[in-house]
């Protein structure tokens, strides 16, 4: 399978811990977006590379947040000094075109 | 600002009849539109997208979609409903430049009924 691929897919932490998540995007695709999904809400956008440059963050993206895609290839997102709400499904996508960006499967972070 | 409403948090149907999920769309641009599915502990897929070709766009799974602009709308049917279409459905708009990043809305729930 070629797809986009997320690693861990769940992940437990205690407030205050850091954690990172990891994105390895389809080969080809030079666009890489990270998105976040509450319970009962749709994804919102936080983050964008084009290559290895970051585009694009979101307000929702607070200084505890930092990303990254060295090389334009896999991208990591680290959160620091995790709060209890930032419990939520954090997706990874990637596009080759304008159009159609093709998702992981999420990784699922419960802070404690 | 792009945004999407989804008009129905849930809505359920009995297997073999229509299927009927109302999106509308606010952009500034010529926007791009898309349907994805989400099933449970699966990933976001795409089912269908208009990106300014025809304005009826059919998808997978026998799903289609009708993109009107005088009613700045994108609703998703499909004429008869299976059992495996239960899952939850979002309607995305997407900017028609820059990072071309997604709007999604809050989600239709759909539920068939046996």
């Known amino acids: 399978d070629t797809g986009v691929s997320q690693d861990p897919r769940h992940k437990i932490t205690k407030r205050g811990q850091n954690v990172t998540f990891r994105c390895d995007p389809i080969?080809?695709?030079?666009?890489l977006y990270w998105y976040r999904q509450t319970l009962g809400q749709g994804p919102e956008f936080l983050t964008y590379?084009?290559?290895?440059?970051?585009?694009?963050k979101s307000r929702l993206l607070s200084d505890r947040f930092s990303a990254e895609r060295p090389k334009g290839s896999f991208s990591t997102l680290e959160i620091q000094r995790t709060e209890q709400g930032d419990s939520a499904m954090y997706l990874c996508?990637?596009?080759?075109?304008?159009?159609?960006?093709?998702f992981g499967p999420g990784t699922r972070l419960t802070v404690t | 600002a792009q945004s999407v409403t989804q008009l129905d948090s849930h809505v359920s149907v009995s297997e073999g009849t229509p299927v009927l999920l109302r999106c509308n769309y606010s952009?500034?641009?010529?926007?791009?539109l898309f349907w994805y599915v989400q099933h449970p502990n699966k990933g976001l897929q795409l089912l269908l997208k208009?990106?300014?070709?025809?304005?009826l766009v059919k998808g997978i799974n026998g799903f289609e979609a009708e993109f009107k602009k005088s009613e700045t709308s994108f609703h998703l049917t499909k004429p008869s409903a299976h059992m495996s279409d239960a899952a939850e459905y979002f309607c995305?708009?997407?900017?028609?430049?820059?990072?071309?990043?997604?709007?999604f809305g809050t989600g239709t729930r759909l539920k068939v009924l046996a």
């Open positions: 996508a990637s596009s080759s075109t304008t159009y159609e960006q093709y």
């Open positions: 080969s080809e695709h030079n666009r």
């Open positions: 590379f084009q290559n290895e440059a970051q585009l694009e």
């Open positions: 952009s500034s641009y010529s926007p791009s």
């Open positions: 208009y990106t300014s070709a025809a304005t």
């Open positions: 995305v708009v997407s900017e028609g430049a820059g990072t071309y990043k997604y709007i």
